[in-house]
């Protein structure tokens, strides 16, 4: 199975129409869009179909920039996978997730952050493979150096030990796109705009 998974994209829909041309030539299974599709929640406009129009698969989740009604609004009208606080599976792969973040206008606490990320890995927690997605980095974490204004969320910290997936797969902190690590056997990644293409 190949994932395509990207975060922070606020608007940007240049690069949507790129990103989809290459997960279509990649022929990923799906992608993962990881929060901050907007810019304060304004230019929802072509986020989504880029990606639609090349038959893809997507999820998503809510970052800081955007309500989850906007997501909300997404999710219906382009058939899409709202991950947050729910979770889905394809060819034996979980996922779960839980949008939003620990700071900004959309923040949520602690524990509701673990609470959702709780509630969707209860569905898939016999799947062979998981993926965790959320927009905000764990505390503690490699992520956490590269910025003094974005603190890490304790509640996806405690997930990530407490579920250990294969995979937890997050952005937000743009400085740090790209960088990768281990939590115990979970591979962590900040996915970024540029985008990461990941085989199970």
């Not at 690069?15 to 279509?24: D, F, N, S």
């Not at 992520?143 to 003094?148: A, G, M």
């Not at 910290?157 to 115990?184: M, N, S, T």
């Amino acid at each position: 199975m190949k994932i395509m998974a990207l975060s922070d994209i606020h608007g940007d829909i240049n690069l949507v129409r790129a990103k989809a041309e290459e997960a279509k030539k990649a022929n990923v299974d799906f992608v993962l869009l990881c929060g901050d599709l907007t810019l304060n929640d304004s230019r929802t406009e072509g986020i989504i179909g880029p990606f639609k129009e090349k038959g893809l698969k997507v999820g998503i989740i809510p970052g800081n920039h955007e309500p989850t009604s906007t997501i909300n609004f997404l999710t219906e009208r382009y058939k899409l996978v709202n991950l947050h606080g729910y979770s889905y599976y394809l060819d034996r792969v979980g996922m779960f997730g839980c949008g939003s973040a620990n700071i900004g206008l959309f923040q949520l606490s602690e524990e509701e952050i673990f609470n959702f990320l709780e509630k969707g890995h209860k569905s898939i927690e016999d799947k062979r493979k998981k993926i965790m997605v959320t927009h905000v980095h764990p505390s503690g974490s490699l992520i956490e150096k590269f910025t003094h204004f974005f603190p890490g969320s304790d509640a996806v910290r405690y997930a990530i030990e407490k579920f250990q997936p294969d995979l937890a797969l997050c952005g937000h902190v743009h400085e740090a796109e790209g960088i990768e690590e281990l939590i115990g056997k979970t591979r962590v990644i900040n996915v970024g705009r540029k985008g990461k293409i990941l085989e199970l």
